[in-house]
């Protein structure tokens, strides 16, 4: 079952580079496969997927939008003025401690619905789930580079 996942990744992400596609759709797309992914792995009935889709879809929601605001395009770092750089330090260090406060509202809300072993297993799909989007990534950017 996991080749035919990861086959399916491949196929996807082959067909996802194409220019007519948006942004968003392609969004949707790794969002779909992340959510097949955890489900599979994590053996979900779909008693506890009813239950832990809306609590974890609130949470990536929440530190998407603290991403937003920590990833602010610079022009020129070189001419940053040091009351703008302590100022950005400043929502850094915010975005950090607000990240933290919402995975551990995560956790406490997870704990209700799965084991903790459970949620230590998410934890390391997620990583594995990125480091096999970025894989891709990489391996399709060489491809486009090589042609």
Known sequence: MKNILIVFLLLLFTGASTQAQGKKDHREKIKALKVAYITQ??????????????????????????????????D?????SESK?????KEY??????????????????????????IIKLHK???DFNKKLLKEYRSRKERNQQE
């Open 41 to 74: 792995e994590l053996n979900m009935d779909p008693e506890v997927a009813q239950k832990f889709w809306p609590v974890y879809n609130s949470y990536e929601c929440m530190r998407r939008d603290l991403h937003r605001r920590e990833h602010i395009d610079l």
């Open 76 to 80: 020129n770092v070189q001419t940053i």
């Open 85 to 89: 750089a302590e100022e950005m330090l």
């Open 93 to 118: 260090l915010n975005v950090e401690k607000e990240e933290y406060v919402i995975k551990k509202q995560l956790f406490s809300d997870l704990k209700k619905i799965m084991s903790s072993s459970d």
């Open 125 to 127: 799909l997620e990583e």
